[in-house]
């Protein structure tokens, strides 16, 4: 569709605070058969809602296997949004022009959060939840600190402790997010650590464990199971995760109609998938109603964790050592530890089970992107736009040039939109390195996956 010649020099699509959304989207109700079931570890037969009671609140649990469409987002939890919300949608018309590409680039900017990543639309609300059914302490991991910073900034808002289980590599690379974590409020430690059993058993086999988000998760899990005033909180890959995240895509389509615009293309980088699934759910609606057939929408991940295009789709854990509930989704087998890559919010084994059921039916498509070209394109995008995008959102973007030059390739006018699900102020050190240099691509580990996909546990389907 043809932008408007009045728009031709509208840069930023800005909306009310009244429209900021009163209801979650739930992409359950319009899959055409429902999410494969949890499974307990120990029977494998589907657990219920009192298997999850330890580690979540009961409204959460109710969110998670919801096939309601829409769900309304509480007051309490709106009038927090309203501090960084509605984000705004913006027009990338410098990097249009240093590509010359025909292609009209738009990019929602999550950024824009007290925390600096999409990550806040989750914490609050899950943080919201557990204060409702009267829990004092959350415990959770975070990779690259933008969760934990996340969860530590909405605890103090509503006055729970928070204790945060740091992927010891980022908690090396980026002191100052620790330091935010703790100006929040909360306890943070590197993972593995000597506080759980989980952490000491990795400690054991390997002192020097750069840590991973599973082998946290383990240790977040145990903390939560273990004491009684004590629920766990995930930032990403489980459905209730995903589906808080859509007000960020229910935003950008209000946005794009403003513009006068529709999406052909819609991309974000996928670690758990949660800002993935914020962003496309909504638009991913429009293709499984039969609305719109051509859209295109494409996950991005890192070559050296390629858990949608070199996993196997089967049930696994979601954690390092096996504590979690068993998840059918493309996993690289729990026990793979990725290569210490900047990104650290893209090293986790496996993906939400719900992006691997549209990534499974064609729904969506999925690219694997190396770090040295991811963060080629990032500079290029700084120095375009502005913005110094984190190395996790930098992979959308690696794809979203490549989409726009095949657009001038091919003369095809095309609107792309994308995540940009945080900034990469805390990320300088990788920046650093790779103006120095001396930032490194990782082969693709295909023997550690293959090793790791061997301890993948045997279910009957
Ligand atoms: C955590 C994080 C990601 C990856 O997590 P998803 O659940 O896949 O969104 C991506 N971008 C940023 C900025 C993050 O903080």
Known sequence: MAAKASDTQRTKFVLDEKDIPSKWYNIQA????PAP??????TG????????????????IKQEVSRERWIAIPDGIRDVLRLWRPSPLYRARRLERALGTPARIYYKYEGVSPAGSHKPN???AQVYYNKQEKVTRISTETGAGQWGS????ACSFFGLQCKVYMVKVSYQQKPYRRIMMETWGAQVV?????????GKKVLQQDPNSPGSLGIAISEAVEDAATREDTKYSLGSVLNHVL??????????KKQLEKADDEADIVIGCAGGGSNFAGLSFPFAADKLTGKQKKLRIIAVEPSACPSLTKGKYVYDFGDAVGLTPLVKMHTLGHAFVPA???AGGLRYHGMAPLVCKLYDEGVIEAVAVSQVSTFQTAVQFARTEGIIPAPESAHAIRVVIDEALRCKRDGKRQAILFNLSGHGHFDLGAYEAFLAGKLQDYEYPAEKIAEALRGVPKVKA
């Open 122 to 124: 989750t914490a609050v």
């Open 45 to 60: 037969q589907p657990i219920g809602p009192q298997d999850l009671a330890p580690l979540f609140p009961m409204e959460l």
């Open 243 to 252: 589906m808080h995240q859509t007000v960020i895509g229910l935003e950008a």
């Open 37 to 42: 079931p949890v499974l307990h570890p120990g």
């Open 190 to 198: 590197a993972s593995p650590s000597p506080d759980t059993q989980a």
């Open 340 to 342: 210490p890559l900047h």
């Open 30 to 33: 319009d899959l055409k058969t």
């Open 150 to 153: 996340a969860l530590a900034m």
